[in-house]
């Protein structure tokens, strides 16, 4: 599985940008996006910003990766992930027949 990580830029310098998560800084490429604004939620995979995200996909990313945490440290880690309990598991959009 890999992981991305929502990061918030902080500031931008050509085709990189600063970018954080909890406090951790690190500069990251925007190559595949068109100039984000300082401020935008963006998702990181190795250092390259791969989409833009909005504030709620960003919260629920960052409750994932809590949640994922907990349950390693051999913590309750359900309250983490409440946007999924009692409901049926979705397919992405682009996935779907309608």
Request: hydrophobic share 45%.
């Amino acid at each position: 599985m890999c992981l991305g990580l929502p990061m918030t830029i902080v500031e931008t310098e050509g085709v990189s940008a600063l970018c954080e998560f909890r406090g951790e800084q690190r500069r990251v490429s925007m190559l595949l996006l068109s100039n984000p604004p300082v401020g935008a939620f963006v998702l990181v995979y190795i250092d390259t910003a791969i989409r833009l995200l909005d504030e709620d996909e960003a919260r629920l990313i960052a409750s994932a990766i809590a949640g994922l945490e907990a349950a390693l440290e051999g913590e309750e880690s359900g309250r983490f992930f409440a946007d999924l309990i009692d409901r049926e598991p979705q397919l992405p959009e682009h996935l779907r027949l309608d």
